[in-house]
């Protein structure tokens, strides 16, 4: 039987793909607070789904709830304003029903981390073909103000008026350590970097995971400031570049030499260790993308950014359609009529 | 030897023994074989929820029950004419329920001191005269089994493990039923191990040739045959018949079909038989929760699948949420609920009809949908048929309760002719003047489109959205009208629900309502009191939401009315306040369904009072 789905795919009318960034935006008007960094990661997504060559009926944009969580009704494509925490798991449904589509999730810390934990890891782990946007402000933003699974210790939040006492996730190596095939850190002040990074999740075969810093300018202002100020960011952030050395620092003056299996800061200028000692990035390499998101809360070295873990492995629901195709194969009838009658039935005459 | 032959109409057997001993498998074929001659079956498998409980305990007893015969057999049976015993515990838990002079057959071999001990008999029953009421047959099963197959090679554990069949092979003889089905099964079941064939194979005839050769049983039994419709049978459980219906309807809507499901007793059979459906295409997925369950079906549905979930009470406490997000979404979606006694954990073996209310009215805000309810194993088959017509024609998520009872039983089921189901009809919507909340005006179903048409890219989501376009609203008067929108939508349903059927008197003294799994015992007890001249009327209601148009009418003609369920009265208490009649509640909240004889005696009280 070729179902209606088939249909409608074999029959489309071929589309243009030719798209500009405006192409990519609903008539909804935005409603983000002025400032919030979802306006940035917004207009670089329309960008890239531009740019992609993929005919925009093609793409889904699921999410939950949370102010990132308004994100669908503001891209143009198709989608859904899920319900909190679940985003990723009616993504996978829909991936699994429809692996012709592009199906992206966007989520937040609470949303992702919390209340969504258990989707999360668990889609990681069986390589589902979709694109996590993880908005990180490390606050509850839209029920204003409460800690979150990212928020720092010792923070005051809403909820934490004398500090919070939770040790704070480490998103990368959480999604790491639950199989994510792709797993990368951006944030909302560098268009380009956030750009480059999109455009490779966006054509990863498998799970991917991009975490995006993202300013909440009235909860938890300048959260990021460190890593992501012009004036500050040199000297605190490095970024990851497949195959390059880890350069960082206002002058590319210092960068990451593995002692053992300890990233350490060395010095360029003082000449007791050079480029060709520092830790060569390579992100197919699970083993080195486990030590690079564990500098992440490290006071000792700068915060990385970039692709920590990019590698191949038959997505899900690639694997969903290799075990129909062969269970198909190995029996010789498929009629539902046989299905019916099971193995012992009889006859009356 | 000669020996007396009695006819009867109909029989119950049941098969006890440690929840290792093979009862399951005994009762399954003892079923298959009598469905195969000709007689209706209903069967009832009682295991514990613990996997292998601990030896000779009490509550480590498993068992499964037959009835069987060509007339009245719409239950598993009330009482056992026949139990076959295997130990000391599963007599003592069984025995209640054989009837005074009914045929006991004892596994004497399990008898020891210890397994006493365990099932807490002082003295030895088979010897303190306790059994006199019972026609007592002690036979050491074990014994035989190993005098049997000494020189077969198999191990003594693997010869011990074969008692079981002896047992078969002897309730064959005592029913005179045959033994080619049951060898059949062992032919292909152990095909690639010829010694365990051949060893079963002589085990059962043995059995059989014991009943035969041995003094010890002075009567045979036979059951008359049913003349059943020409046609192509099997036995089907509730939860096959919810997984094969599942693919026809899918077939018939021309979708592909998605499960999203979690484990859970005792609908976990339902997504086992979904995955073993592979090569006809089937899509599913066991996700980490129940959540992960509904909310995947709820993308798949999205994408233009036919989605469904299967689950049981704790399972669909979880779904709640999602369920809300499916109402507003207005997606099709099928949600099988297998009922198990609660609250909570409750008894997860156990079958109950306590979730009708959670079906009904368990989601926050005004979120109304269509409840069905199937009434026995192959009801479960047409019933799943109706709730993906009615999901897809309707756009709305439907729950099927069915329980652990209808899931885990099974009868005897007449194939139907797959060409002959009717197509459900689904178009997907591909013109450009799409909007997403769009109506059509007779069932105000909202017109179905999906991603991968070009230019109808639109959102979803679970926020108010505005009537027609679907943009988000939070405008008060738009609420409100889409609060009624809704409501009417699901109230509309009702279209499509048959009339309730009404068996027995239109001018009876008393109407007996049912719903769900109470079918087999009510039907029993209202057959024969009608028999014996008694003017009742019965009504057994499939569609619970929305009820049938003409129910109204028919609750207005009657005075007395009684509602029987496995809960405190929860249709009873949706009828009073649907219909302003008051009705007399029964109920049996035991984890078992009700005995026909129980209803019997409900009946004939109710008739009796003023």
Known sequence: ?349 | MEREVIYLEDVTIRFAGDSGDGMQLTGSRFSDTSAFIGTDVSTFPDYPSEIRAPEGTLYGVSAYQIHFGSKGVYTPGDQIDVLVAMNPASLKVNLPYLRKRGILIVNTANFTEKNLKLAKYETNPLEDGSLKDYQLFKINFNEIVNELLRDSGLSPKQIERTKNIFALGLAYWLFDLPLSTTEDWIRKKFGKRPQIVEANLKVLRAGYEYGETNELFAVRYKIVPKKLEPGVYRNITGNEAVALALVVAANKAKLPLFLGSYPITPASEILHFISSYKPYGVLHMQMEDEIGGITSSIGAAYGGALAATSTSGPGLSLKVEALGLAVILELPLIVVDVQRAGPSTGMPTKMEQADLFLAMFGRHGEAPLPVLAASTPTDCFDMTLEAARIALKYMTPVILLTDGYLGQSSEEWKIPDFNSIPEIPVNFYTQPDYLPYKRDPITLARYWAIPGTPGLEHRIGGLEKEDITGIVSHDPLNHQRMVELRAEKIRRVQQDVPDAELWGYENADLLIIGWGSTYGSIKAAFDRLIEKGYKLAYVHLKYLNPFPKNLGSIIEKFDKILVPENNLGQLAFILQGTFMKPVIRYHKIQGRIFLSSEIENKILEVLKSK
Request: with cysteine; charged share 20%; net charge neutral.
């Open chain 1, 1 to 349: 039987m070729t179902t209606l789905v088939e249909n409608l795919i074999k029959n489309k009318p071929i589309t243009t793909i030719e798209y500009s960034p405006k192409d990519f935006k609903s008539p909804l008007e935005v409603r983000w607070c002025s400032g919030c960094g979802s306006y940035s990661i917004l207009a670089q997504i329309q960008k890239i789904l531009a740019g992609l060559k993929i005919p925009r009926e093609q793409f889904a944009f699921i999410s939950g709830i949370g102010c990132s969580s308004r994100f669908p009704y503001y891209v143009q494509t198709y989608g859904i304003h899920g319900i909190h925490g679940r985003a990723v798991a009616i993504a996978s449904g829909l991936k699994v029903a429809r692996p012709d589509l592009s199906v992206w999730v966007v989520t937040g810390d609470g949303d992702c981390m919390a209340i969504g934990g258990n989707h999360l890891i668990h889609a990681a782990r069986k390589n589902v073909g979709l694109k996590v946007l993880m908005f990180n402000n490390e606050i509850y933003s839209l029920t204003k103000g409460q800690v979150s699974p990212t928020t720092q210790l010792l923070q005051p939040t809403k909820s934490t008026p004398y500090g919070n006492i939770e040790y704070p996730f480490n998103p990368a190596s959480l999604a790491l350590g639950s199989g994510a095939t792709f797993v990368a850190r951006t944030f909302d002040r560098d268009p380009k970097h956030m750009q480059s990074i999109l455009e490779r999740a966006a054509r990863h075969n498998g799970f991917a995971f991009v975490e995006i810093y993202t300013n909440c300018v009235i909860y938890n202002d300048g959260a990021f400031d460190l890593y992501t100020a012009a004036e500050t960011r040199k000297e605190h952030s490095v970024m990851l570049e497949h195959g390059k050395p880890l350069i960082f620092g206002s002058n590319n003056d210092k960068g990451i030499r593995l002692d053992g299996f300890t990233p350490t800061v060395v010095s360029l200028t003082d000449g007791k260790w050079s480029v060709d000692d520092l830790l060569v990035h390579d992100e197919t390499d699970s083993t080195l993308a486990f030590i690079l998101a564990n500098m992440t809360y490290n006071p000792n070295v700068p915060r990385p950014f970039g692709i920590f873990l990019a590698v191949q492995k038959p997505s899900y629901e690639e694997l969903v359609v290799k075990q129909i195709e062969d269970a198909k194969a190995k029996t010789p009838d498929t009629s539902i009529e046989t299905l019916l009658k099971g193995e012992d039935f009889w006859e009356i005459k």
